[in-house]
């Protein structure tokens, strides 16, 4: 058995551990879990790329709220009229009032379901632990909500443990822009949870950009449930983080239903970034899309695992997963592991990947006339990200693309 | 008027004695116009100085001057001729290799300004590679020989800048830029080049207007300028497209890779007749092509036959006809 990084165990955490304010059983419940299992390493299969024994050795400790120093509408919010929400260290300081809080997070049952699922639940039983406030989430009518995340701090490592519940009725046609944010260099690290229900005929366009600082740990681990006609669409784009893994677990439980992760991941430096999906086709007519692209500079390492599950149950699925990567630095490495199990046998999926440098054909031709190299790979990048989020809302899209060309800016390349 | 002829005497000095200075700093080239012109107008002014004091003694000043004034008029005659004489693309002895196979084995061409020169030749026999080594794709490597462009080496010159020297390549295959808009693209192009040539960018209203009349000519649609660069355009759509980005860039010297390749005959006139459009004292055209056909449309000065990595025959317009009916078989074989 492995052992626990003594952080984690009961007896020597600090904060919600030691002072426990609600005592809620489940607590010590997913404590007994994690003290059972341990942090994950890279002996496990889902684990083979990832390494957190550098956020271990953080020795951060359960973060403790903190004051808000400054005005929450200073935040790079994307859309003017959305109902906002700002977490500081995974503590509610800034809510909209049409959306109901924290008071409901407590009677949410911890979902035990992850860990029993693949023996790597850890990082869910990590956040049941710890879990701070979140966002409890239950849409009855079409709504835009902006979540910000904000880690402030000292010297002292700290983990943050936003735990995020999304329930869209049936029918509500939803937009959430989850956004993490670095402001300052302390060290506050985020092991997030989010567990999501679409209703029936319900759609959710799910944004997120991980956009924290450069030293930090940044974790998430979604849980998407979809029901009859179903869609769900994650954009993506992740850029901060010194390391940075999120993993999605959806589950296509009713016919029609959709699950999309559309997204890009831009690392330079020695950061280290994780994308692992899991689909589960669970029902006939399904469908499901990824798109990843990755852009890697420096002495960047990036993964990509992309698992589709089509049960036997699970006639005419249509699975689609595409994962492309342009490596701009020999010492960067990219592992993508791209995997189908099929149970069923009138269905339609397809994968495909490929990792290089950028393409010298289209490279010369935009030289030939005249175009300066640097400038023609930048061109050359803009396109190969650009059309990810072409089918999200302006304002969004052009938050995002800006984010983008800052980040090509940043002499990159 | 003793005074006056003192005066032009000493100013001729002057100047002789500041070009001896110019040069020594080195602020002037000893070869340039200005140093024989400043020279010759110094040597002439002390010639009539000289003259005028002249009483049958001092011949030597005379004789003297009077050659200074013969060299100058020499000076300025030579750096002006080569104007009119080098070509505008002189290709010497050119040599070419990619991954260790020779394409190019020793082509000597010269292309004057103002003339379309044809590249005729069978499959494989190099005509590609000339283009690519031509417009400096890194590929490809020169292991002997020179180009160069209106007297400049573009041996050591990256693509970009050998666009802003005045080269452009129309391609054989016109590449597709998913996620970039063609005007955006035209733009940053044109504005490159101006700027590595030290022209100010032009303004998007002037750009615009400029590229709303080119396109109009060669039936480019707004459309078509909105879409990202050659992304689901047809085979025609491409080459024009191609002739479009000519007309903007003006080059000096343009290759046309077998820009008749996948061109119904309505797209061939209207892509030839873009072309002769372009044709000007100040503009020369290397076509390169498989097939006659394209030359009735552009009609060249001269044609070239490549075979193998030579170039084995010249010759008048006449020659492509001539190849048309006897096939290159004839022609490679006695070379």
Known sequence: ?413 | MENLFLALGLIGAMCCVGMFWAIEQGRVDGSSRLYYIVNGIGGFLILISALHEYDGGDAGTVVTEAAWVVVSLMGIYKTMRPKREIPMLEINNLHASIDGKDILKGITLSVPAGQVHAIMGPNGSGKSTLSYVLSGREDYEVTNGSIELNGKSLMDMPPEERAAAGMFLAFQYPIEIPGVQTTTFLKTALNAIRKTRGQPELDALSFLKTLKSKAEKLGVSDEMLKRPLNVGFSGGEKKRMEILQMAMLEPSFAVLDETDSGLDIDALKIVSEGVNALRGPDRSFLVITHYQRLLDYIVPDVVHVLSKGRIVKSGGPELAKELESTGYADIVDAA
């Open chain 1, 1 to 413: 058995m492995m052992t626990l990084p003594s952080r984690y165990r009961p007896e020597t955490a600090h904060g919600f551990l030691q002072n426990p304010t609600d005592g809620a059983p489940w607590r010590n419940e997913a404590l007994a879990q994690l003290k059972a299992r341990g942090i994950p390493t890279p002996k496990l299969e889902r684990w083979r790329y990832t390494n957190l024994s550098a956020f271990e050795k953080t020795g951060a400790v359960p973060a403790a709220k903190p004051a808000l120093s400054f005005n929450p509408i200073t935040l790079p919010w994307m859309i003017q009229n959305s109902r906002k929400l700002v977490f500081a260290n995974g503590y509610l300081v800034f809510g909209d009032a049409r959306l109901t809080l924290a008071s409901h997070f407590l009677e949410v049952p911890y979902d035990a379901a992850p860990m029993e699922k693949f023996n790597d639940g850890m990082l869910w039983a990590l956040n049941t632990a710890f879990m701070q406030d979140g966002p409890y989430l239950n849409l009855h009518e079409d709504a835009t909500v902006e979540i910000i995340h904000v880690g402030l701090g000292h010297d002292h490592p700290q983990l943050a443990s936003p735990r995020t519940v999304i329930e869209i009725a049936p029918g509500v046609n939803a937009t959430i822009i989850e956004r993490y944010v670095a402001d300052g260099a302390a060290p506050v690290h985020t092991n997030a949870a989010l567990e999501i229900e679409v209703a029936a005929g319900a759609a959710l366009q799910h944004v997120r950009l991980q956009d924290e600082g450069y030293s930090r740990t940044v974790l998430t681990s979604t849980h998407v449930r979809l029901a009859k006609e179903a869609r769900y669409e994650n954009s993506f784009l992740n850029i901060g983080g010194a390391l940075s893994r999120q993993e999605f677990w959806f589950e296509l439980l009713e016919e029609g239903a959709h699950a999309g992760v559309k997204g890009a991941q831009l690392m330079a430096g020695r950061q280290h970034m994780d994308t692992t999906v899991l689909i589960e086709h669970a029902a006939p007519s399904c469908t499901s899309n990824q798109t990843i692209r990755n852009v890697l500079a420096g002495e960047a390492v990036g993964v990509f695992q992309g698992k589709v599950h089509v049960h036997q149950v699970a006639q005419k699925t249509d699975g689609y997963q595409l994962c492309n990567t342009v490596m701009l630095s020999d010492r960067a490495s990219m592992n993508t592991k791209p995997e189908l199990e099929i149970y069923a046998d009138d269905v339609k999926c397809s994968h495909g990947t490929t990792t290089g440098a950028l393409d010298d054909t289209p490279l010369f031709y935009l030289r030939s006339r005249g175009i300066p190299e640097s400038e023609a790979r930048r061109m050359m990048l803009t396109a190969f990200i650009g059309d990810l989020f072409d089918s999200l809302d302006d304002n969004i899209r052009a938050a995002l693309h800006a984010r983008t060309d800052q980040w090509l800016d940043h002499g990159i390349i």
